[in-house]
């Protein structure tokens, strides 16, 4: 089949490389001539698509990628994998609508568009579909299909890529259902079909709400369970022995990527717009893993103040920029509001992440650097933010003069736990 993904991202591009690899031959739409430029290059800036196995699906033309809405003609399937930010609260669907419009120009009978972006309940049947319409002039159900399959992506996860992930598959009707449960079953091993694409949409939302809620949770102990005397961390360990009844989830910085400080005010927004109240959980989850940069900063500041030290003039040293251990994804992340903060109180804040490109500063003041022995030393404090595999504990333990550790990786006479 010709398939269409529209945005060649986090997303995107995992999807369309193994649409790819199955036998589809695919388009990758995006509208960052840099971005296209550079996939076309053979070049993947996503750790779930090694360069070898995206320069394979472009040499065998089974794959090719383009800022021109011309090369979607023709297509089968398309599929919508947009950003879908927050803006002052309010969701933005902008980049769904214009997907829309594009996609809808080259709509044909019996064709299928499937959108993957995240969003509230009512989106496929309430906006995705009307524009098609209008764009195609052909009717929703009748002349094409149309679903909704929410994205399972998770960078870096050794175990759980996206073929192995389960695929919630949804459709405005029975037909389309069909279609969109096929074409998954081709990609991933295993499908879950749902009754409506407002199930599915609202399924998404379940998932990353249980997490950021739960996160939220342990935050919270975290920043109490210090005046208490108890250590957090091993009290977590503790209860995760219990074989059932109880996840595991642990403190950090805060939350970041697309997913958790974005996603579960989705289902907020709309929630309170169309039951007239308030969603209580996300906002407290909210507020708390928005809180937790703040807690960090608070907590170099008495390390300092214990040392007879001003953070203003000290040398802090960030391991980890983005906000994840083992990716470079930096949307989001609370390093960014760590190093601002630092920034603002007069701090020299220098970062280093290896996975992050040297060009890219969360902030035009920070210096990059890398986790080197004598960056280290040179240091007055070092705050480990995310803990990516590639760094040396052994060495950041031998040569930091102090260290706050927000992922509980270290331990030692000069390191504090979050």
Request: glycine letters at 8%; hydrophobic letters at 45%.
């Amino acid at each position: 089949m010709h398939v269409v993904v529209t945005g060649q991202g986090y997303v995107g591009l995992p999807l369309a490389v193994r649409a790819a690899e199955v036998g589809h031959r695919v388009v990758g739409y995006d509208v960052d001539p840099h971005r296209v430029q550079l996939i076309a290059s053979g070049q993947s800036y996503v750790e779930d698509v090694a360069s070898a196995r995206l320069r394979a699906v472009l040499d065998a033309g089974a794959y090719s990628v383009t800022f021109e809405a011309a090369a979607l003609a023709g297509f089968d399937i398309a599929v919508i994998t947009v950003p879908t930010p927050l803006r002052d609260g309010v969701p933005d669907l902008t980049f769904i609508e214009s997907s829309a419009h594009v996609v809808g120009a080259h709509l044909r009978p019996g064709a299928t568009v499937v959108l993957e972006s995240t969003t509230y309940p009512g989106t496929t049947e309430e906006l995705l579909s009307p524009i098609l319409e209008k764009a195609s002039g052909l009717t929703a159900g009748v002349d094409f299909h149309v679903g909704f399959s929410p994205e399972r992506i998770d960078p870096g996860n050794q175990e759980w890529s996206f073929s192995t992930t389960p695929k919630v598959v949804s459709g405005i009707d029975a037909a389309s259902l069909d279609v969109v449960k096929s074409f998954y079953d081709g990609l991933v091993g295993t499908t879950v079909p749902v009754s409506g694409t407002k199930v599915a949409e609202l399924a998404k939302l379940i998932e990353n709400t249980f997490r950021h809620v739960n996160i939220a949770l342990v935050n919270e102990l975290a920043t109490l369970a210090r005046p208490l005397g108890v250590n957090v961390w091993e009290a977590i360990d503790a209860a995760a022995s219990k074989p059932f009844g109880y996840m595991r989830f642990t403190p950090g910085p805060g939350v970041g990527g697309h997913c958790l400080p974005i996603d579960p005010s989705f289902l907020s927004w709309k929630v309170e717009r169309q039951a007239g109240v308030p969603f209580r959980f996300v906002e407290l989850a909210n507020d708390v893993n928005n809180r937790m940069p703040d807690y960090v900063v608070r907590r170099l500041m008495e390390a300092f103040n214990t040392r007879r030290m001003a953070v203003k003039g000290s040398r802090v040293l960030l391991l980890g920029l983005a906000y994840k251990a083992n990716t470079s994804d930096v949307r989001e992340s609370p390093s960014v509001r760590v190093a601002e903060l630092l920034l603002d109180l007069g701090a020299e804040v220098r970062g280093a992440d290896p996975h992050v490109a040297d060009e890219i500063r969360p902030d035009a003041r920070m210096i990059r650097v890398k986790a080197i022995a004598e960056e280290i030393t040179a240091s007055d404090a070092v705050v480990l933010l995310t803990d990516h595999a590639e760094f040396d504990y052994a060495t950041i333990l031998e040569h930091a003069p102090y260290v706050l550790d927000c992922r509980n990786r270290l331990s030692g006479a000069n390191v504090d736990l979050l």
